[in-house]
Each structure stands twice: as structure tokens, then as C-alpha cells.
């Protein structure tokens, strides 16, 4: 009887939230449990339930029973996770910024989590559109992409209303775009794209924000990965003055959920991605001396890794990051030489790598969007001293700097104190893992330490107060 009465009062209680249009959250009539997308939801009895699921395929839960209600072909959620997000979306919503922020529930400033959207319309020319309030009357357009920069730890959610997009014909400029995915609830392989694209002389490269890059060269194919819904990608085309991208012939892949880029397991810092990185392509035939899961990395002067890609039997490509000091994030000046190491899961050690490029891209110098194309790789065994990390302190300093060493170096390894206003040798002092360089004789001002061994060359700056 008891249980009878449960059932009644929560078959009235459905009507009435039904009825007064509730849609995301509901009070659980009884416990259980069950997966929405990527999440895990239980309840017990008289528990709020949320749709905790964030992807356009989601389907919610509501009341504890499962509710096919899925975009209902006029919404679509798009989950923004922290640093730089390639975003676009197949809902044609024609609604002005403002408006987007707030059926997304998020409130009209910075404090959204999103400090700043740019839109790439057209070739590859960035446009500030929101949330600053003097753009508040810039309407989404679905052809375009963007890029949105989140700076809070927790995912910011776009709640896009509005009519599914048709696939079609899209005609891109020649050099970089930026595409938008218009295949509803469809991802689509990269090698897809350069079919529907006719690519021979055409599409060269596709590259994502988060480390996936693809390149199409002299029929070649250096890696190959699922372009989702949700996101936008950088394209570049090299043929003038546009090449035509025929949607319509893509049937793509059913999207799923937990679909998200992951690093390769290394000793390496994880590069933080960036805007406009350096592609690097490795052909299968240039990577006779790798095994398989070997993994190269592209790293500052410094000891930065910046960019890395694994090895697993054909040929791939990576993306390398630049520097952005508003935002915090690490990497190579432009025209920085990149240097080479490949880490060895199997015997976990790590050896310098000489790579020989073709000299008619952009060779082994980080250039803003720049391209390099591996002609061939040469692991240099026996090679195996490398200072992974150092770590500077107290900065500013007083007396003393001390330097903590990861890694391992050669007894000859020193470090050098250069004044950076005249560019003065100081002191010299040979490294162990911990060493100590007493700096009370410098006058206050900047200055820079040079730690060197071998070919290796790692600087840092302290302020000497």
C-alpha cells in the first residue's frame, strides 16, 4: 500500500512539473542510479536530481527514469573546459551574445568563467566578440568558428537555441581558416574531411587546440583523428584563390561522450595549449630508428616540453605551443630553435633526438602557424644526461639563489650569472642537484643564469633586490 502510494503521488507530482515547465531539475519519488553521457547520477528518496550530463547527445534524467528528450533539434550544449577552447556549433541561433549567456545561465561578465571569445570568419583574422558589453549586440554565426579562452578550474557550459543547420557546401580562402563542425550529433574523421574536400593540392593541414594534428602532403597522411561536434579546427588551405568543402557528402561517425584528447604518459611536463602553434609532421618512412610508443617531444631552451606526440606504427603529427604571458602559459618566442628528445616507455629512458627536416617549410625554428615536415629522425643512444627541470629561488633575491636540478648532467655542467643590462659574466659555479650561487656582491637589477652542459643551454631570470 505504501509503495502503491509513492507511485501515485509521484505520477501527480510529474504532471504538475511537467505542466509548470520543469525541465532540468526535479525532486527523485525513489533511489537509484544511472549514467547520463559521461556522468554518474544516483539519488535517493527526496533527492534533487540535475541533468548533470554537458554534450548535445546527452540524454538527461529526470525523476529517476530516463526522458528521450535528447537537443529536441533546437538546442545544443557545448562544454568549455579551462585555457583555450576551439568551439562552434550546428544550432543557427541568430541571437545576440547576451542572450546566449543568459539562457546558458551564465552572468554577463568575467565572472562566467569565459574571459574572452574571438570569432574567425572568413580566412583566419580574429574578431573580439564576447562577453565584453560593447559587443553585446554581435549575433552568432554558425559558419564561423571561435576561439574562447576559460580561466575558472570548473567547465563552462553554451546553451545554443535556436534551428539545426543543413550540411552543405562551404567554400573556404586560400591559407588558414578556422571550420565549424555542421554535421548534427556526428563527428567526422579527418580523413573524411580531405575526401569531401577533394584535397590533392588542396587541404594540407587540420589541426585542433588540443594537440591533434592531421596533414595531407604529396599523398601522404600524417595522422588521423575524430573532428567533433561541439568543435571548430584550423584548416589550411593552399590552393588560391579557395577550395570547397562538400559537407553534405560526409556521413560522419555517431558522436559519443568521453571522447577527450589525452597526452601520452612521459617524465615531461604536459604542454599547456595555446593559440596559433607550429605543426609538425613525421612521416611513417622518416621513423625507422623509433619504436613503437616512443614518444617525441619539442622543448624550449629552458627544458619546456611545449608540444609532444607518440609513435604507434604510422606516420603522426603534433602541435608545438608559443608563448602568452597574459595568460600564463609557457612555450617558444618566435624564431626559438625547438630541441628534440624521445622518451622509451619500454626501458624508460630518454635520449636526445637529431631530426632532419625539409628545408622548404619551417624547419626546426618555431613560427606562429608555422609548419615543419620530418624528412627523418636519428634517436642518439648512449645519450642519456639531460636536465629535465630548474627550479629558481627566492626570486627576487638578496644573497642567495639556489638551483634545483632534475635530471641528470655531466660533472663539466656550470652555471653562469650574466647581467642582462650590459651582459656580464659574474660568477660561475659548477651544478650539482642542488647548488647554491652566492649573489650579495650584485648590484640590484635583472639578472639571468645560464645552466650548460654539453649542447645543453637552460636559462632563468631572478631580480636581484
Same mark, same amino acid.
Given at each position: ?26 525532486? &527523485? ?14 539519488? #535517493? ?8 550530463? #554537458? ?39 541568430? !541571437? ?62 553554451? #546553451? ?19 571550420? *565549424?563542425?555542421?554535421?548534427?550529433? !556526428? ?9 569531401? =574536400? ?7 593541414? /587540420?589541426?585542433?587546440?588540443? %594537440? ?18 561541439? %568543435? ?7 590552393? $588560391? ?11 560522419? @561517425? #555517431? ?8 597526452? *601520452?604518459?612521459?617524465?615531461?611536463? /604536459? *604542454?599547456?595549449?595555446? /593559440? ?42 603534433? +602541435? ?5 604571458? &597574459? ?18 616507455? &619500454? ?58 636540478? !632534475?635530471?641528470?648532467? &655531466?660533472?663539466? $655542467?656550470? =652555471?653562469?650569472?650574466?647581467? +642582462? ?17 652566492? @649573489? ?10 645560464? /645552466?650548460?652542459? =654539453? ?11
Amino acid at each position: 500500500m505504501k509503495k502503491l502510494l509513492i507511485i501515485l503521488i509521484s505520477c501527480c507530482f510529474l504532471s504538475g512539473a511537467f505542466a509548470q515547465g520543469i525541465t532540468r531539475q526535479v525532486v &527523485s519519488p525513489a533511489g537509484g542510479n544511472g549514467t547520463s553521457g559521461s556522468s554518474l547520477l544516483s539519488w #535517493t528518496i527526496g533527492e534533487t536530481v540535475a541533468n548533470l550530463g #554537458t554534450s548535445y547527445s546527452t540524454t538527461p534524467f529526470f525523476q529517476g527514469f530516463q526522458m528521450p528528450t535528447g537537443y529536441n533539434d533546437t538546442i545544443q550544449y557545448v562544454t568549455l573546459h579551462r585555457g583555450w577552447n576551439y568551439l562552434s556549433t550546428f544550432i543557427n541561433t541568430k !541571437k545576440t551574445a547576451e542572450a546566449i549567456f543568459e539562457d546558458s545561465g551564465l552572468p554577463w561578465s568575467n565572472a562566467s568563467g569565459i574571459s574572452v571569445v574571438n570569432r574567425i570568419q572568413g580566412g583566419y583574422n580574429p574578431t573580439p566578440a564576447f562577453p565584453d558589453p560593447e559587443e553585446s549586440s554581435f549575433r552568432w554565426d554558425v559558419y564561423s568558428g571561435y576561439q574562447a579562452y576559460v580561466h575558472q578550474t570548473n567547465p563552462v557550459t553554451l #546553451t545554443f537555441k535556436g534551428t539545426v543547420v543543413t550540411p552543405a557546401e562551404k567554400t573556404f580562402p586560400e591559407g588558414w581558416s578556422m571550420i *565549424p563542425m555542421l554535421i548534427p550529433e !556526428k563527428n567526422m574523421w579527418t580523413s573524411d574531411f580531405f575526401a569531401a =574536400a577533394s584535397v590533392e593540392d588542396k587541404a594540407l593541414l /587540420i589541426r585542433s587546440i588540443d %594537440g591533434h594534428a592531421a596533414i595531407y602532403m604529396a599523398g601522404m597522411t600524417m595522422g588521423n583523428f575524430l573532428m567533433e561536434v561541439g %568543435g571548430a579546427y584550423d584548416v589550411f588551405f593552399n590552393e $588560391a584563390p579557395s577550395a570547397a568543402v562538400d559537407f553534405t557528402e560526409i556521413t560522419g @561517425v #555517431t558522436a559519443k561522450a568521453g571522447n577527450a584528447f589525452s597526452y *601520452p604518459e612521459t617524465p615531461w611536463n /604536459i *604542454p599547456v595549449a595555446n /593559440i596559433n602553434p607550429h605543426t609538425i609532421g613525421v612521416p611513417a618512412d622518416a621513423l625507422a630508428s623509433l619504436q613503437y610508443g616512443d614518444v617525441i617531444g619539442a622543448f624550449t631552451a629552458d627544458g619546456f616540453c611545449a608540444g609532444m606526440g607518440g609513435y604507434y606504427g604510422q606516420g603522426f603529427a603534433f +602541435l608545438v605551443y608559443g608563448m602568452n604571458e &597574459s595568460y600564463g602559459i609557457d612555450g617558444f618566442n618566435e624564431d626559438d630553435q625547438m630541441n628534440f628528445r624521445v622518451y622509451r616507455p &619500454s626501458t624508460k629512458e630518454v635520449f636526445n633526438l637529431d631530426v632532419d627536416f625539409e628545408a622548404s617549410y619551417d624547419d626546426d625554428i618555431f613560427v606562429e602557424n608555422g609548419i615543419s615536415i620530418v624528412k627523418g629522425v636519428k634517436v642518439v643512444e648512449g645519450i642519456n644526461e639531460y636536465i629535465t627541470n630548474v627550479d629558481l629561488f627566492p626570486n627576487p633575491a638578496t644573497t642567495v639563489v639556489n638551483l634545483t636540478i !632534475k635530471g641528470t648532467f &655531466s660533472e663539466d $655542467a656550470m =652555471a653562469y650569472v650574466y647581467s +642582462l643590462e650590459d651582459g656580464k659574466l659574474h660568477s660561475k659555479t659548477p651544478v650539482t642537484a642542488n647548488t647554491e650561487i652566492n @649573489v650579495s656582491n650584485l648590484k640590484a637589477g635583472v639578472y639571468s643564469v645560464k /645552466i650548460v652542459d =654539453a649542447e645543453q643551454v637552460i636559462v632563468k631570470k631572478f631580480v636581484k633586490k
